[in-house]
């Protein structure tokens, strides 16, 4: 019998089934789903903070969405989303230089 105390373990034993023809589809398929539960665990965090400023501060929505962020914080958002874009985009950049690295080791 297993202690109901121990975590689980981080990662599961045995072969992952392959759904899709192409492994790479499948680790596709599974980065898709793994940005999509962040995406709505963050929308069920703004919520819950919206809510918040409703009760408790009589904050509206509709203040909410007209708020314009200063320069600072549009600046500090900007470079939030350029380190998120990197971070998406660089398995994707190393798949590429690596096509690149190896076709030009063939010529």
Do not use: C, W
């Not at 759904?19 to 665990?41: K, M, R």
Request: proline share 8%; glycine share 4%; no cysteine.
């Amino acid at each position: 019998m297993t202690d109901p105390t121990q975590p689980p373990p981080e990662f599961p034993k045995g072969h992952r089934p392959q759904v899709f023809s192409d492994p790479a589809i499948d680790q596709l398929y599974d980065g898709y789903v793994i940005l999509g539960t962040e995406l709505a665990v963050a929308f069920d965090r703004i919520d819950t903070l919206e809510r918040l400023l409703q009760e408790r501060l009589g904050m509206s929505r509709a203040e909410i969405d007209a708020y314009k962020p200063n320069e600072v914080v549009e600046a500090e958002r900007q470079a939030r989303r350029a380190d998120l874009a990197q971070r998406l985009l660089r398995p994707f950049r190393e798949f590429r230089d690596d096509r690149i690295t190896r076709g030009s080791r063939r010529r």
